[in-house]
């Protein structure tokens, strides 16, 4: 004969089954996401005016191989301090300002675009980072102003003696809103992965006005380039953890 207090014990065991039950079950349909939660790519930036960070290269045109000028490549490099690899991973130039004594000014002509990465034939999505590896990304470039070819002219007259600095996104606009002058400027980058949150990434870079055909010279004294800080973005959590995808 089962008395009420056994029911009453039944109906409790009952549901602690059932709960855990669900419980197994929800755990193995989300197994993937609860480990790319606990086991995920991480970002760092880094760079230096110097090589191999950046560099000084020389140009030739194709098919015939004639020489066009000597280049210097400013550059970063984006690492994966995490524990799984980074896919898709891509560098997207958010806006540019000039640096101003008494406040920034905003480079209005500037195109918001994607960046090309280095050593890739202008790609703009590397497939993927392992941990604990790198990959650079060119953020612009300085040509010999004495061999500036047509392209890399900017807007507005220049003496053949001054430098101008030719961002390097995935494409050259007609306008030539991506070429500027001497100065001092502030750009924002995102650098983001389909398995990883975004991050945002200020960077300095000073343009002199002068060139120098000697690497070291030309890094050390004519331009430069730092990051100044690095910042997470927008994250909502629960969609990486029930799609697999962070927003974009």
């Known amino acids: 004969m089962t008395t009420g207090g056994d029911s009453h ?22 197994q993937d996401r ?22 000084m290269v020389p140009a030739y045109s194709v098919p015939d191989g004639l020489f066009i000028a000597n280049y210097v490549f400013l550059r970063i490099r984006v690492n994966n301090v995490g524990s799984a690899a980074a896919r898709n991973v891509e560098v ?27 050593d890739t034939n202008g790609a703009i999505y590397i497939p993927s980072i392992s941990p604990y590896m790198g990959r650079y990304c060119d953020i612009c470039h300085v ?39 001497p100065g001092q400027y502030l750009l924002e980058v995102r650098v983001a992965a389909e398995n990883c949150p975004p991050i945002g990434c200020s960077i300095q870079i000073t343009l ?32 990486v953890f029930f799609f697999g995808q962070w927003p974009k």
């Open 9 to 30: 014990w039944g109906t409790y065991a009952d549901w602690v089954v059932a709960g855990a039950t669900l419980l197994l079950a929800l755990v193995a349909a989300l």
């Open 34 to 55: 609860i480990r790319a939660w606990f086991d995920s790519p991480k970002f760092e930036i880094t760079t230096d005016t110097a090589p191999p960070c950046c560099v």
């Open 92 to 118: 997207y130039a958010h806006s540019l300002h000039r640096i101003c004594d008494d406040a920034n000014e905003s480079v209005k002509s500037f195109p918001p675009m994607n960046l090309k990465w280095a």
């Open 143 to 181: 040509a010999d102003p004495a061999r500036r070819t047509e392209a890399e002219k900017p807007r507005y007259a220049v003496p053949t003696t001054q430098t101008t600095m030719a961002f390097d996104l995935q494409a050259a606009p007609n306008h030539k809103g991506h070429i500027v002058g």
């Open 208 to 239: 002199q006005g002068s060139w120098n055909s000697d690497e070291t010279t030309m890094l050390r004294d004519f331009v430069n380039i730092k990051v100044l800080k690095t910042y997470e973005m927008r994250r909502e959590p629960w969609r």
